[in-house]
């Protein structure tokens, strides 16, 4: 049982205690027609809100045993007495079954209708990444048949193929990465290294399009407990990103820079931006309007950034580019002892 279903007990039992504690105590020497008996309807709808009707029954058994001593006080003497305490206990009974038995159906309804949507996403998926496969595997059919039969040149054909299967282990590897749990490996490392491995990475792709890629990184270095892994194919997926939404002349800026209570890594481009759906669905898995695209990119950055408890923010507009900052948390105090410590050694 969660600790929140063990809170909304004790506040059941103890509104219920105090109630009748009232009734006793409190309002025994008044008129009968201003007791409290109507706030035990409070208990009973929290059991049945909060429990559907298996808690609606036993909050309303546990209320009615509570009850029960008011039959036998002064007040219960007379017909009218009685009868009135007779027809609370029947119709805080009808309103329990009622209550818990519409909240039982809201919550099968949710379910189904969670299930329904857990099929479509399902649906959708598996429709996307057959989409994405069929054209690597049909441009590896073509060029098999091409070789079979003897037409064209067999270097040609055989490089087809091996591009395509190339764009294949590419889907299958991202779908794998997003759909299972990373084994993430953290170390101390040096982040600015990491972000200049990851630029000479992507410097080539750059290159072919006339691309610049300029970085600004501090020269010191800043050691962080991270999964380098990780974090670098997060940034080339980022720093690709702005590759291709620019054009020949145009920078793609790098900058590292520590904050005060996080490191912030900025990629920016003056490429051709975002429309507003883009941005707003940009971390929705296999959503994508680039051509050949698996959609799966951004979400595995933000799955990467957020495995190290960090933030992700994207700024984007028509025509005027693209801009996203990670925000990894960075201990500076933490930092400067371990370099005051190493000072002291030497």
Same mark, same amino acid.
């Not at 219960?76 to 079954?97: C, D, E, K, Q």
């Not at 200049?196 to 010191?220: F, H």
């Not at 920078?251 to 941005?279: A, F, P, W």
């Given at each position: 049982?969660?600790?929140?279903?063990?809170?909304?007990?004790?506040?059941? #039992?103890?509104?219920?205690?105090?109630?009748?504690?009232?009734?006793?105590?409190?309002? +025994? !020497?008044?008129?009968?027609?201003?007791?409290?008996?109507?706030?035990?309807?409070?208990?009973? =709808?929290?059991?049945?809100?909060?429990?559907?009707?298996?808690?609606?029954?036993?909050?309303?058994?546990?209320?009615?045993?509570?009850?029960?001593?008011?039959?036998?006080?002064?007040?219960?003497?007379?017909?009218?007495? /009685?009868?009135?305490?007779?027809?609370?206990?029947?119709?805080?009974?009808?309103?329990?079954?009622?209550?818990? =038995?519409?909240?039982?159906?809201?919550?099968?309804?949710?379910?189904?209708?969670? +299930? $329904?949507?857990?099929?479509?996403?399902?649906?959708?998926?598996?429709?996307?990444?057959?989409?994405?496969?069929? !054209?690597?595997?049909?441009?590896?059919?073509?060029?098999?048949?091409?070789?079979?039969?003897?037409?064209?040149?067999?270097?040609? !054909?055989?490089?087809?193929?091996?591009?395509?299967?190339?764009?294949?282990?590419?889907?299958?590897?991202?779908?794998?990465?997003?759909?299972?749990?990373?084994?993430? @490996?953290?170390?101390?490392?040096?982040?600015?290294?990491? /972000?200049?491995?990851?630029?000479?990475?992507? +410097?080539?792709?750059?290159?072919? +399009?006339?691309?610049?890629?300029?970085?600004?990184?501090?020269?010191?270095?800043?050691?962080?407990?991270?999964?380098?892994?990780?974090?670098?194919?997060?940034? /080339?997926?980022?720093?690709?990103?702005?590759? @291709?939404?620019?054009?020949?002349?145009?920078?793609?800026?790098?900058?590292? !820079?520590?904050?005060?209570?996080?490191?912030? #890594?900025?990629?920016?481009?003056?490429?051709?931006?975002?429309? @507003?759906?883009?941005?707003?669905?940009?971390?929705?898995?296999?959503?994508?309007?680039?051509?050949?695209?698996?959609?799966?990119?951004?979400?595995?950055?933000?799955?990467? #950034?957020?495995?190290?408890?960090?933030?992700?923010?994207?700024?984007?507009?028509?025509?005027?580019?693209?801009?996203?900052?990670?925000?990894?948390?960075?201990?500076?105090?933490?930092?400067?002892?371990?370099?005051? $410590?190493?000072?002291?050694?030497?």
């Amino acid at each position: 049982m969660t600790n929140k279903k063990i809170y909304y007990i004790i506040v059941i #039992i103890a509104l219920t205690l105090l109630i009748s504690f009232l009734h006793f105590s409190v309002l +025994k !020497n008044l008129s009968p027609h201003i007791i409290l008996e109507e706030l035990y309807y409070i208990p009973i =709808l929290l059991g049945a809100i909060h429990f559907g009707l298996r808690g609606a029954i036993f909050t309303y058994t546990f209320v009615s045993l509570s009850y029960i001593p008011f039959f036998f006080g002064l007040w219960t003497l007379t017909p009218l007495g /009685v009868a009135n305490r007779f027809l609370h206990l029947l119709f805080s009974g009808i309103i329990a079954l009622f209550a818990g =038995l519409l909240v039982d159906r809201v919550r099968r309804q949710q379910r189904e209708l969670e +299930k $329904d949507r857990h099929l479509s996403r399902i649906g959708q998926v598996a429709a996307t990444i057959v989409h994405d496969l069929k !054209n690597p595997l049909i441009a590896i059919k073509w060029g098999a048949q091409r070789i079979l039969k003897g037409k064209g040149n067999i270097q040609t !054909n055989a490089q087809s193929i091996s591009e395509s299967a190339e764009a294949m282990q590419k889907i299958v590897h991202d779908v794998l990465a997003f759909s299972k749990p990373s084994r993430l @490996e953290f170390k101390e490392t040096d982040i600015g290294n990491i /972000v200049k491995q990851t630029a000479n990475l992507c +410097k080539t792709k750059a290159e072919e +399009k006339g691309i610049i890629l300029s970085m600004n990184i501090p020269e010191n270095s800043i050691t962080m407990n991270v999964a380098g892994l990780q974090i670098q194919r997060a940034l /080339v997926n980022l720093i690709n990103n702005a590759i @291709e939404a620019s054009v020949k002349g145009q920078s793609v800026y790098i900058n590292l !820079n520590i904050k005060k209570n996080h490191l912030q #890594i900025r990629i920016k481009d003056n490429g051709s931006g975002m429309d @507003e759906e883009t941005i707003e669905n940009i971390f929705v898995p296999f959503y994508s309007k680039k051509s050949g695209g698996t959609g799966l990119g951004m979400p595995i950055v933000k799955k990467i #950034i957020g495995e190290h408890k960090g933030n992700i923010l994207v700024k984007s507009k028509r025509e005027a580019g693209t801009e996203v900052n990670i925000e990894l948390p960075y201990n500076l105090r933490g930092h400067d002892e371990e370099h005051d $410590d190493g000072e002291k050694k030497r």
